[in-house]
């Protein structure tokens, strides 16, 4: 079981996480979409697509930018559209 945890509060966990590049991309019905609100930040990676991300609010506190994902990834990460991964001092156990 994979496990992501920010401030105290569980983001997302799945017995189900996709590991690339040596994140966990969670699928999105494990993510608690409450502690998420969209940002306006994009990437473009040149396999993967362009990424979206969102900020993490948790108890008064914001992350900015700590989860992305790939609403519309490229053929080759097709699999991981939409399933989300966080970084920036969220801590994945697993």
């Known amino acids: 079981m994979a496990t992501a ?3 105290g509060e569980i ?3 799945s017995p189900d996480t996709t590991i690339v590049e ?3 991309y969670f699928p999105p ?4 979409a409450a502690f998420l609100s969209p940002s306006a930040t994009t990437t473009h990676c040149p396999w993967k697509g ?4 969102y900020t993490v609010r948790v108890a008064g506190s914001e992350n900015p930018d700590a989860a992305w994902f790939y609403p519309d990834p490229l053929p080759e990460a097709a699999h991981i559209a939409d399933h989300v991964a966080f970084w ?3 801590e994945i156990t697993d």
């Open 11 to 13: 983001l997302a966990e």
């Open 88 to 90: 920036k001092g969220v």
């Open 29 to 32: 019905e494990s993510v608690r």
């Open 22 to 24: 040596g994140n966990h």
């Open 5 to 7: 945890r920010w401030n």
């Open 50 to 53: 362009n990424a979206s991300y």
